[in-house]
């Protein structure tokens, strides 16, 4: 049935040039439709009301207004698709910093000394409550890049 809407769509528009529509069905029950009625079938005449050519100015008027749409749409799309793009960068961004975040949670958990080493090359190592606010620390990392 929608090819036969198509059919009869199309054959409306390039009538609408030609100004005769014949309508038949032929011996398979297929319904037809042309600017030229068949030799073999009785065909029904239909009447097609062609829209008024408008005149050169309002055509291009309207040329014009859908050109300015079309290129609204493209600036849309376009702003659209680069704010997808910074957002997921974005998410990625804090996706990467959430890892590392827990793997240096999990290291300063699993690791009893930890150190960190100097300008002059010597190590420095932590005591217990230097330990426990690296981990505090590292707890608010995973919080502020794990949680959205």
């Given at each position: 049935?929608?090819?036969?809407?198509?059919?009869?769509?199309?054959?409306?528009?390039?009538?609408?040039?030609?100004?005769?529509?014949?309508?038949?069905?032929?011996?398979?029950?297929?319904?037809?439709?042309?600017?030229?009625?068949?030799?073999?079938?009785?065909?029904?005449?239909?009447?097609?009301?062609?829209?008024?050519?408008?005149?050169?100015?309002?055509?291009?008027?309207?040329?014009?207004?859908?050109?300015?749409?079309?290129?609204?749409?493209?600036?849309?799309?376009?702003?659209?698709?680069?704010?997808?793009?910074?957002?997921?960068?974005?998410?990625?961004?804090m996706a990467?910093?959430?890892?590392?975040?827990?793997?240096?949670?999990?290291?300063?958990?699993?690791?009893?000394?930890?150190?960190?080493?100097?300008?002059n090359g010597?190590?420095?190592?932590?005591?217990?409550?230097?330990?426990?606010?690296?981990?505090?620390?590292?707890?608010?990392?995973?919080?502020?890049?794990?949680?959205?």
């Amino acid at each position: 049935m929608r090819v036969i809407t198509s059919l009869f769509t199309l054959f409306l528009l390039a009538s609408a040039h030609a100004g005769q529509v014949y309508k038949w069905t032929d011996e398979n029950g297929q319904t037809h439709f042309s600017q030229f009625p068949p030799a073999t079938a009785p065909a029904e005449n239909i009447e097609v009301n062609a829209p008024k050519a408008a005149n050169s100015k309002q055509a291009t008027e309207q040329l014009q207004k859908m050109r300015q749409q079309l290129q609204e749409q493209v600036v849309d799309r376009t702003t659209e698709s680069e704010e997808e793009k910074q957002a997921a960068e974005e998410a990625q961004r804090m996706a990467e910093n959430c890892k590392k975040a827990k793997q240096r949670l999990t290291d300063l958990k699993n690791n009893g000394r930890i150190y960190r080493t100097l300008e002059n090359g010597e190590r420095e190592w932590y005591d217990e409550k230097g330990r426990e606010n690296l981990i505090k620390d590292a707890q608010k990392d995973v919080t502020k890049y794990c949680s959205k």
